[in-house]
T-cell receptor, first 113, second 112 residues
């Protein structure tokens, strides 16, 4: 079946631009996670949704980062006024109602110039 | 604090040999651990998991060992193949919550 998909796969933004990253989770998966992965590092938790409810956003680096999942399926991570330190791979993962295994998408590589 | 870290950043093994990747964790609240494999340009892929009430779990060519006394995890890959070349992450989770803490990763190189 279809896995988690993310778009775009690559995004180049000039400093100060706003970007929107999309995640299409596996159909029926209740939980959705966003992670930020810097080069050579492990993924770092950003935020978590259960259905449409954002239950934790403690990992978002600043108020320039905003995530939503209005209908409990597709999610968008928005970064306003991008900075160079925002350059990273942004990973989305979804998880079914039972179990703890997360299914990751391929990520969006964001480069801020 | 919460952290899951690895002893070595890279590991190079000969094809056919066994690989052992180590990981230390500091968060005693983690009661579930997962090993992920990440190939270039892809997201992490689940390999094997283990609950804190176990000390060993085996999968196909992989074994995870957990030593809670010293807060140490290891991933053993038998008869390592070129397709095993990737970055391997350990991750810890408190099953009462949802936040997964990843280590920095070990890059495994398999020499033919």
């Amino acid at each position: 079946g279809a896995g988690v998909s993310q778009s775009p796969r690559y995004k180049v933004a000039k400093r100060g631009q706003d970007v929107a990253l999309r995640c299409d989770p596996i159909s029926g998966h209740v939980s959705l996670f966003w992670y930020q992965q810097a080069l050579g590092q492990g993924p770092e938790f950003l935020t978590y949704f259960q259905n449409e409810a954002q239950l934790d956003k403690s990992g978002l680096p600043s108020d320039r980062f905003f995530a939503e999942r209005p209908e409990g399926s597709v999610s968008t991570l928005k970064i306003q006024r991008t900075q160079q330190e925002d350059s990273a791979v942004y990973l989305c993962a979804s998880r079914p109602r039972r179990g703890f295994e997360q299914y990751f998408g391929p990520g969006t590589r964001l480069t801020v110039t | 604090g919460e952290s899951v870290g690895l002893h070595l950043p890279t590991l190079s093994v000969q094809e056919g040999d066994n690989s052992i990747i180590n990981c230390a964790y500091s968060n005693s609240a983690s009661d579930y651990f997962i090993w992920y494999k990440q190939e270039s340009g892809k997201g992490p892929q689940f390999i094997i998991d283990i609950r804190s009430n176990m000390d060993k779990r085996q999968g196909q060519r992989v074994t995870v060992l957990l030593n809670k006394t010293v807060k140490h995890l290891s991933l053993q890959i038998a008869a390592t193949q070129p397709g095993d070349s990737a970055v391997y992450f350990c991750a810890g989770l408190n099953t009462g919550g949802f936040k997964t803490i990843f280590g920095a990763g070990t890059r495994l190189f398999v020499k033919a």
